[in-house]
């Protein structure tokens, strides 16, 4: 397995992580508890369930085709890492802090 294979996995368990946390969340705290405005917007639109999965196939099929279309470049290697670490920041650990400490 080469090294965009393994994160692109790791991505995919991020999102899937950051749709989990962002359902708890939701759920525990109600639809203003999200923080970005487009995935609010989603979620209203769509209902919470649906517009997080909607939203986070969109995501994973981007990256598919992201790593379809690049045979292992630099350029992808950078951005799935900058992603994932992006994800990490600002999405998985602030709903886990959210989901603690209230």
């Known amino acids: 397995m080469n090294s965009i294979t393994r ?8 999102q899937i992580a950051d749709g ?3 359902y708890c969340g939701i759920i525990k705290h109600g639809i203003n508890a999200e923080g970005n405005p487009l995935v609010k917007w989603v979620l ?8 997080l ?4 196939a969109l995501s994973l099929v981007i ?8 045979n292992g470049g ?19 650990v602030p ?3 959210v989901l603690i400490l209230t």
Do not use: E
Request: aromatic share 14%.
């Open 74 to 92: 630099r350029l992808l290697k950078m951005t799935l890492i900058i992603s994932i670490v992006f994800y990490l920041i600002f999405a998985i």
């Open 95 to 97: 709903w886990i802090l």
């Open 63 to 70: 990256i598919y085709f992201l790593c379809a279309k690049q």
């Open 20 to 22: 989990a946390l962002t």
């Open 7 to 14: 994160l692109a996995i790791i991505y995919c368990i991020v």
């Open 53 to 56: 999965i909607s939203i986070k």
């Open 44 to 51: 209203v639109a769509l209902g919470v369930i649906p517009g």
